[in-house]
């Protein structure tokens, strides 16, 4: 069982240039969302969906943009890179929220660095 | 807007010694509560989840406590390993108005257990 799958593990960009993380799930999960994790911030939430056709903003989502065009995948664009999203990028999913018992599955995270 | 606070921010104990990680919430308006398990370098692994109208939940030689009206969760690890090293983070699914759905996480106890 795959669970949450993210690529890639690692990228370089230059400043300006565009690039999208993968996030893919096996689970059949309604909630999908993305977080960064930066030292002395913690995680933070950039967008999430509770299902295909419906995303909504989270706590930072300046600079990025999603999409849910099917159940298993939650793509997240970076559109312009700055430094400033040098980050960790993590993807998770779960049964939708109101589910209350239903935890929160994470992939292992994408580490990108903007020079 | 949900505050998460988690204390101590760090923790060194010798093993077999039992410890308690706490975490702390200002809005009781949740679905559940979370533990979580990070690994140096890799994503979180789900350990416990408390529903809202429980108070408790116990896996192996963790029990995890959930106090809402005080704003109050603990994490009670029992005869505590070196292979217990990792952060811990404590993350709430927030019911309430715009916050519906979303998860607030804590910023992580680390936790060290030196043979």
């Known amino acids: 069982n795959a669970g949450v799958t993210q690529t890639p593990k690692f990228q370089v960009l230059k400043t300006g240039q565009s690039m999208t993380l993968q996030c893919a799930q096996d689970m059949n999960h309604e909630y999908m969302s993305w977080y960064r994790q930066d030292p002395g911030m913690g995680l933070r939430l950039i967008h999430y969906?509770?299902?295909?056709?419906?995303?909504d903003q989270g706590e930072v989502p300046n600079g990025y943009n999603v999409s849910r065009s099917t159940t298993e995948d939650f793509p997240l664009r970076l559109l312009s890179a700055a430094p400033s999203q040098t980050s960790v990028y993590f993807c998770?999913?779960?049964?939708?929220?109101?589910?209350?018992?239903?935890?929160?599955?994470f992939g292992n995270g994408t580490r990108l660095t903007v020079t | 807007k949900q505050e998460v606070t988690q204390i101590p921010a760090a923790l060194s104990v010798p093993e077999g010694e039992n410890l308690v990680l706490n975490c702390s919430f200002t809005?009781?308006?949740?679905?559940?509560l979370q533990w979580f398990r990070q690994d140096p370098g890799k994503g979180l692994t789900s350990l416990l989840l408390i529903q809202s109208s429980q108070r408790e939940q116990t896996s192996g030689r963790l029990n995890a406590s959930l106090d809402k009206s005080s704003g109050r969760s603990t994490l009670y690890i029992a005869a505590s390993q070196p292979g217990d090293s990792a952060t811990y983070l404590c993350a709430l699914a927030n019911a309430g108005g715009t916050s519906y759905g979303k998860l607030t996480f804590g910023q992580g106890t680390i936790l060290t257990v030196h043979p």
């Open positions: 998770a999913s779960s049964s939708h929220p109101r589910v209350s018992n239903s935890p929160l599955h």
């Open positions: 809005d009781s308006a949740i679905y559940n």
């Open positions: 969906s509770v299902g295909a056709g419906i995303t």
